[in-house]
């Protein structure tokens, strides 16, 4: 009984870390798309042409941040 109460505080100190990175990492993405609105949107002067481009890869840069620093961890454990 004792190793099954190890195992789940084990994985509640990992669900905790997790959770603490994903966070991190979200906020961070969530910048880098408010900072990148921000530049494009604030001046004025809108490019609809090449907005929806701008925009797709602006949201897979600041999603892979995410997903970048989780795969790390997860083969690191």
Same mark, same amino acid.
């Given at each position: ?7 789940? +505080? ?17 906020? @961070?993405?969530? @910048? ?36 970048? +620093? ?8």
């Amino acid at each position: 009984m004792m190793a099954v109460a190890s195992d789940l +505080r084990w994985f509640a100190i990992k669900r905790t870390h997790m959770k603490k990175i994903v966070l991190t990492y979200g906020i @961070i993405g969530g @910048i880098i798309v408010s900072a990148m609105m921000w530049l494009t949107l604030g001046s004025g002067n809108h490019d609809f042409d090449n907005g929806m481009w701008i925009g797709y890869t602006t949201m897979v840069i600041a999603l892979s941040t995410i997903f970048s +620093r989780s795969r790390v961890i997860a083969t690191n454990t």
